[in-house]
């Protein structure tokens, strides 16, 4: 009967709903191209910095130096077990730092002045070789040394520093992102209410209903369609898409630093110095961290070993006195664990310390010089793999290994890597 009656709603209510579609759609493209401006530009503000260093790329240099540098050096000009990288690139040209950090024995070998120099100003301590590492991926590691090293301090403390709170600088989002992020965010929004007025213009001018609007001044025609805009469903629904989006992004970002603890270094209950007994009294770590060679755990020494020294020296000390009150209490002293790896992963010392040879310093950078333990290394699975694949295994005189080697070397010219032998496979890892 009333045939145009319904026809007619039914196309309002259709409308409307197409519309909300439709910006939905509209919003969901703008966040995802500026979340991808918004990566690239920051990236490209760190390019733009690095070029002085060859045009490497710095973000990438991040990475690989936080996993096989930050431990033994720092990005300021502060010594860890290494010098600071802090002028690196103005002490010597990128080609001698390639030679260098692919196999620095062989630079010293050869000869060279600084080299040899710094070596025994190092008291001869050997650098780790990194003969996997590509030319582009050592530009990179210097041109995010020379942006750190540019930048104010905190930057530098997030890596090398001995402040804890460096941790919490080197996670999290950086807040040039952030600003990028938010500039973003209002252009988007002001586009959105441009299209939408335009939107609402053409089918007002289908529907003929305008006239009487366009009678008005500008300002209230104006007013009137902010208001509308305001109201309007869809600006309404594209706007919580928007922030929906955008805490997802967030969320995202935080759950992949969470357990990430790089640069941890908790207060203890007693003042023990790793830089007065390791460093100046030279105590082996062996004769504390009794495990290392024999097991998975490294072990933290009871107060009985304490006691073997501390039973004459320095009784009278209110810290040495914690020691002499945890024994008659009979309950131990509270260390506050500072390595830690979730129970889903297996990591055993004796495997890297006894069979592999690795220095503690590879992995927990230098103890000796630390007041308070800090954790250098971030303990990611990505650490682990990116050992695993470049370094190699130190099958001299183990005969476990010689098979294998033979096996290996008659179908690649590589020395055998950890991956090799499994050390990717997800079972050695987890149980
Ligand atoms: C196990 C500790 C250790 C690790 C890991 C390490 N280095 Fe070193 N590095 C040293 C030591 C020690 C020296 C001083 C020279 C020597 O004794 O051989 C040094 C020297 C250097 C120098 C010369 C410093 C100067 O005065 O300009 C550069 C450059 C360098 N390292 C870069 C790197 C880079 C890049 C990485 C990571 C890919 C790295 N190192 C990883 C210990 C380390
Ligand atoms: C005199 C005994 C003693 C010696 C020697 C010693 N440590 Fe320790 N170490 C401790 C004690 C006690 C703790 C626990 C308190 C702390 O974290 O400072 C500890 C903690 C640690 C931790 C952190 C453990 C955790 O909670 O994650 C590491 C890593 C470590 N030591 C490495 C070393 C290395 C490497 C050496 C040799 C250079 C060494 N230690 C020498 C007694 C010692
Ligand atoms: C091999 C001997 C030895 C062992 C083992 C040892 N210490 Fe010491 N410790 C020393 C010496 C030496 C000093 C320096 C004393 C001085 O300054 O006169 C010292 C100093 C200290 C001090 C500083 C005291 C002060 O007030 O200046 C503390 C705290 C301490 N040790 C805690 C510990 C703890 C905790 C353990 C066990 C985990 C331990 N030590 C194991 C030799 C040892
Ligand atoms: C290949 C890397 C690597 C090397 C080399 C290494 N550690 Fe560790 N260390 C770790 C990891 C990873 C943890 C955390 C283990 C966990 O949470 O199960 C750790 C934890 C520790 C702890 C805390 C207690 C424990 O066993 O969980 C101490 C103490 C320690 N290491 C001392 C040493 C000493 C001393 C050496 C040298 C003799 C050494 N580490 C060599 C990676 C390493
Ligand atoms: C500094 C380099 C380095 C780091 C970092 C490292 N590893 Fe290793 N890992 C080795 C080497 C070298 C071996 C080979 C030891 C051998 O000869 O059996 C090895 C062997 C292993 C093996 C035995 C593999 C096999 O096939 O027998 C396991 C499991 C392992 N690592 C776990 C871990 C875990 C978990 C981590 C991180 C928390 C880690 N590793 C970090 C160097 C490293
Ligand atoms: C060399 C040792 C190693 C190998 C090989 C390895 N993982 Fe891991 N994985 C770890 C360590 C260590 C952690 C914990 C580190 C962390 O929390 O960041 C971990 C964490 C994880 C997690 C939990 C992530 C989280 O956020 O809690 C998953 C899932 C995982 N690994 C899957 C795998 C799979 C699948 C494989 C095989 C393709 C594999 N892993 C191989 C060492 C390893």
């Known amino acids: 009967m009333n045939i145009p009656f319904r026809e007619d709603s039914k196309f309002c209510s259709f409308f409307p709903r197409s519309k909300s579609f439709l910006a939905i759609f509209v919003a969901i493209l703008l966040s995802t191209c500026s979340l991808t401006w918004a990566q690239d530009s920051t990236a490209a503000a760190g390019a733009g910095a690095a070029t002085a260093a060859g045009g490497g790329d710095a973000a990438k240099g991040e990475t690989i130096f936080k996993n096989n540098c930050a431990q033994c050096h720092a990005v300021s000009d502060e010594r860890v077990v ?26 010293i070998a050869s000869g060279d002045p600084y080299g040899v120099k710094i070596y025994n100003e190092y008291s001869k301590a050997q650098m780790t070789s990194f003969p996997n590492l590509s030319e582009d991926d050592i530009k990179g590691i210097f ?57 609402t213009i053409l089918s007002k001018a289908v529907t003929g209903e305008g006239e009487g609007a366009a ?74 961290h009794t495990g290392v060679n024999r097991g998975k755990s490294a072990h933290i020494p009871s107060a009985n070993i304490c006691m ?5 020296i320095k009784k009278e000390s209110p810290e040495i006195q914690k020691i002499y009150t945890s024994i008659e209490n009979n309950t131990p002293i509270e260390w506050v664990r500072v390595h830690n790896l979730p129970d889903l992963a297996y990591f055993n010392h004796s495997q890297h310390v006894n069979v592999a040879g690795l220095d503690c310093e590879n992995c927990h950078g230098d103890i000796a010089k630390m007041e308070v333990v800090q954790q250098r290394s971030s303990l990611t699975m990505g650490w682990c793999i990116d050992c695993h694949r470049k370094t190699d295994v130190n099958t001299k005189d183990n005969k476990y290994y010689d098979k294998l080697v033979q096996l290996h070397a008659s179908d690649s010219k590589q020395a055998l890597k950890v991956a090799d032998i499994g050390g990717l496979e997800c079972s050695k890892c987890h149980y």
């Open 82 to 107: 290494g010098p600071g990288l802090k002028g690196a690139t103005t002490r010597n040209n990128i080609a001698w730092l390639t030679k260098w950090v692919r196999n620095s024995q062989a630079v």
């Open 143 to 199: 041109a995010y040394v020379d942006n750190a090293a540019s930048a104010p301090a905190p930057a530098a403390a997030a890596v090398g520093g001995t402040s804890a709170a460096g941790a919490a600088q080197s996670s999290g989002p950086s807040d040039l992102f952030m600003i990028v992020l938010v500039a973003l965010v209002v252009v988007m929004l002001l586009v959105l209410g441009v299209l939408v007025v335009i939107v």
């Open 215 to 288: 009678k008005g001044d500008f300002m209230t025609r104006f007013g009137a369609s902010l208001k509308r805009i305001a109201g309007d469903p869809a600006i309404r629904s594209a706007t919580v898409w928007i922030f929906v989006l955008l805490v997802i992004k967030a969320t995202l970002d935080g759950a992949y630093s969470v357990g990430v603890q790089q640069g941890y270094a908790p207060k203890q209950p007693i003042s023990f110095s790793h830089k007065l007994h390791a460093g100046e009294y030279k105590i082996d770590c062996n004769y504390c």
């Open 308 to 312: 073997n020294c501390h039973g004459v």
